[in-house]
């Protein structure tokens, strides 16, 4: 608030040649004084000398033939090539399910609606895109449009609780979709995880992972802040083992050790599963510790309100304290699902073809020697989109939810 | 007549809330107590077949027999186990403590010319702190390994900076002191300077303390001890001798070469960490009420004044916690090291010599034990610090 009207007072003072053409903007922001004018120099020729190296780089030096060679590598990883028709219908679905619960929760067809429909065209202007391609990007725009639309007519009444109900029935079809069932000659043959790879794994570890790790966190948290001796030390140890240890480390004791602490003859799950579970269980912790951290932002008067209605712990907890400790920490929670995505890269190292781990293998492919610059430029873009668009979005529902606000 | 008091009924004990309490706590117990107990009679049972003894730390005795490329201490492959491992140690230090001097400069830097009000800066930092942040690190620190440390030239063709920096695909050889007779001496007379400095800030901050004009007692702790270094470097007999790379057929000679691993290694995590650390430096510089600056200059103090007097101190409070924590995950993170084939503690102990020996629970429970009370130690130091300054505050 005082900052606009401070900026108000400040421009209603400028002569009005000044106020709004672009050189009187210029000798406000940059040319004020002697330093800023030094400083604002020194800038531009940081911005030149970074700029044209870059440039360069990318439009002459750099071999982008990498990329288009290997781009089903990059999304899919080993996933067959056959059965690549099950991956295109979970996208189609996906967009369907985002078409509808865009219009349960939101109702309305605005900027950032239309920006996500935009997604699947701007895709197609990739050039090394194959017809194919393109035809199954239409079609996801069509269904996630579908989906908003046909949503429209129909008359429900709980909207929050359908469009929840929407994602985890997508969630089961994904899984089926993605897994298979039947024999190896059906008509949809099982595809174990550990073939799932590049982009795909990627993203499917950070789902997961978020997904299992929250509720999880959330129980640490409200652990760590029980009254009950015996479960409120359990967390802290926990809770601050876990944060005393690297990722990797879990990650090594979960393909090393798990197998030590199974009995004989007991199956072995799927590397990837494992890895799942060390990222959860890493993950959780720190979840925990960021809900704790909402969880004594409520005042003592929530707790006693509830208590003097006659609510339950039980109760309280769930609709009285959740809802408001979960709201103020939304921004640290994304930032803490961001660093998670972040860290599903370090599953590379235990021999899972993620999007690093696929960049790997293209890389030891003799017929891609030193092209490293290249693959591990658009494998940083890659998680660069992915964790910058979820950071833009929590913003978006930080300020929808008004935190700070009311 | 008998009134019955509503706090006199005793509600059923499968409602009482004291009789559910210690219930449901003697069920998570033995919950948790029951699955330890599985998993460690499996992990006994499994590791009686593998190992004659089930859990031993007599292995750190033997011979390692594998070599390490870097190391602080003395190192051969001829020495034991415990040796490699404290090598390993010593190398997660070194980059820890190179990492988060360099991080903080930068982040600092960043951080403020985030609140800059020159556009364009402002523009700058920001987009570095959304680039950085939002890439993971272990992808950094191989695109900076593979792509820029190894993309550079075989040491014949080495690019020379100042005649005395070689750039090669095998590291960077600098210039480095070598101690003579006399540095001994000089130490010790280094060590003087900083008693004379010491005492003479102290002896500025009674003064200041007195009058209420208190002087720059940091700058001139930092005058004195350089004057006395710079003396005791003038009379002295040269106690270090410059040693400075030069070219000799396939390699460089003389100076020190720092590894291409241990440079990707340091400048990944600096440019990493440095976006987060710059994001605290700005919350907590902007965490300062306005009216605070508003009123030193009321009161007529300068703005370098103001900042160092009024907005730093306070800034320091909301910063000190959230960048703990940032060293932490910069010690913990260069774990990757393992990544790029830098010998720090994880690489070595983890991989190497578990390998070697198949003592996967051992070897687990030292880096665990030595990462976490690493943190621990950290999170007290820096309690005691925070309760510190909180006492300041009030």
């Not at chain 1, 940081?46 to 190296?53: D, E, K, Q, Y």
């Not at chain 2, 040269?238 to 100076?255: A, K, Y």
Request: proline letters at 4%.
């Amino acid at each position: 608030m005082t900052s606009a009207a401070d900026a108000n007072s400040d421009r209603s003072v400028l002569p009005i040649t000044e106020r709004y053409t672009l050189i009187g903007w210029v000798r406000r922001n940059l040319f004020s004084d002697t330093l800023n004018s030094l400083l604002t120099l020194a800038a531009l020729a940081f911005l030149f000398i970074v700029a044209s190296n870059l440039l360069r780089w990318a439009f002459v030096t750099a071999e982008w033939g990498v990329i288009p060679a290997n781009f089903n590598l990059i999304m899919r990883g080993q996933y067959p090539a056959t059965e690549a028709w099950r991956l295109w219908l979970v996208i189609y679905l996906l967009g369907a399910v985002v078409g509808s619960s865009w219009r349960l929760l939101s109702g309305k067809f605005s900027g950032a609606a239309r920006l996500l429909i935009a997604i699947p065209f701007v895709l197609m202007l990739i050039p090394f895109f194959s017809m194919a391609t393109r035809l199954n990007l239409v079609i996801t725009a069509a269904a996630s449009a579908a989906g908003f639309f046909i949503t429209g007519y129909l008359p429900i009444q709980r909207r929050g609780r359908t469009a929840a109900y929407l994602l985890l029935a997508y969630l089961v079809v994904m899984l089926i979709l993605l897994q298979g069932v039947g024999a190896e000659e059906g008509p949809m043959p099982p595809v174990a995880p550990i073939l799932w790879g590049g982009l795909l794994l990627s993203l499917l570890l950070a789902f997961f992972g978020i997904t299992l790790s929250f509720p999880l966190g959330v129980a640490l948290a409200l652990g760590r802040q029980s009254k009950l001796p015996a479960i409120r030390v359990m967390s802290v140890i926990y809770i601050e083992f876990i944060r005393g240890v690297p990722l990797i480390s879990l990650l090594f004791m979960g393909q090393v050790m798990l197998q030590l602490f199974l009995p004989d003859g007991f199956p072995l799950v799927d590397r990837v599963l494992r890895a799942l579970v060390a990222i959860t269980l890493f993950s959780a912790a720190y979840t925990a510790e960021n809900v704790r951290g909402g969880l004594q932002s409520i005042s003592r008067g929530q707790y006693e309100a509830a208590n003097a209605l006659g609510l339950s712990t039980y109760q309280s907890t769930i609709h009285i304290i959740l809802p408001q400790a979960l709201r103020a920490v939304i921004p640290v929670l994304v930032g803490q699902f961001i660093s998670l995505f972040k860290d599903t890269t370090l599953v590379a190292l235990v021999g899972i073809f993620d999007l690093l781990g696929i960049a790997r293998t293209i890389l030891a492919n003799p017929d891609w020697l030193g092209t490293q610059q290249e693959v591990y430029a658009i494998i940083a873009v890659l998680f660069w989109i992915f964790s910058y668009s979820m950071s833009y979005a929590s913003r978006r529902l930080e300020q929808r939810l008004g935190v700070g606000q009311r | 007549m008998q009134t019955i008091h509503a706090s006199q009924v005793r509600p059923p004990f499968y409602r009482d809330e004291r009789v559910l309490g210690v219930f449901s706590q003697v069920l998570v117990v033995v919950i948790v107590l029951g699955l330890g107990l599985f998993f460690f009679s499996n992990m006994i049972s499994g590791l009686r077949e593998k190992h004659a003894v089930a859990i031993t730390f007599s292995f750190l005795g033997q011979t390692a027999g594998f070599d390490i490329g870097e190391s602080l201490i003395e190192y051969s492959r001829e020495r034991t186990y415990l040796r490699a491992f404290v090598v390993g140690l010593l190398n997660t230090f070194q980059v820890a403590v190179l990492g988060i001097v360099f991080a903080t400069a930068l982040g600092i830097l960043i951080g403020v010319m985030r609140l800059s009000t020159n556009f364009l800066v402002n523009r700058i930092a920001a987009v570095y702190i959304d680039i950085f942040r939002n890439i993971p690190l272990l992808v950094l620190l191989i695109f900076w390994a593979q792509g820029v440390f190894l993309k550079l030239p075989r040491v014949a063709d080495a690019i020379v900076l100042a005649d005395s920096f070689y750039l090669s695909n095998r590291g960077v050889a600098i210039p480095w002191g070598i101690p003579t007779e006399s540095w001994r001496t000089y130490l010790i007379v280094l060590g003087a300077g900083v008693i004379i400095g010491a005492a003479l800030a102290y002896f500025l901050r009674e003064h200041g303390k007195r009058t209420g004009r208190m002087p720059l007692v940091t700058l001139w702790f930092i005058i004195t001890v350089a004057a006395v270094g710079l003396i005791g470097w003038i009379v002295l007999p040269q106690p270090l001798t410059l040693d400075i790379p030069s070219l000799e057929g396939f390699n460089t000679q003389g100076g020190i070469i720092l590894s291409q691993q241990f440079l990707a290694l340091l400048s990944g995590l600096i440019i990493y960490t440095a976006a987060f650390i710059a994001e605290v430096v700005r919350a907590g510089i902007q965490s300062v009420s306005k009216g605070q600056r508003e009123a030193a200059t009321a009161l007529g103090l300068t703005p370098a004044q103001t900042l160092r007097l009024i907005i730093f101190p306070q800034a320091l409070r909301v910063i000190i916690p959230p960048l703990t924590s940032q060293y932490l995950n910069l010690t913990k993170n260069s774990s990757l090291a393992i990544a790029i084939g830098y010998p720090d503690l994880f690489a070595v102990a983890g991989n190497t010599i578990l390998n070697q020996t198949g003592r996967e629970i051992e070897m687990f429970t030292m880096i665990m034990g030595t990462y976490l009370s690493l943190s621990l130690l950290t999170s007290i130091l820096m309690n005691v610090y925070n309760r510190r300054i909180r006492l300041v505050e009030r």
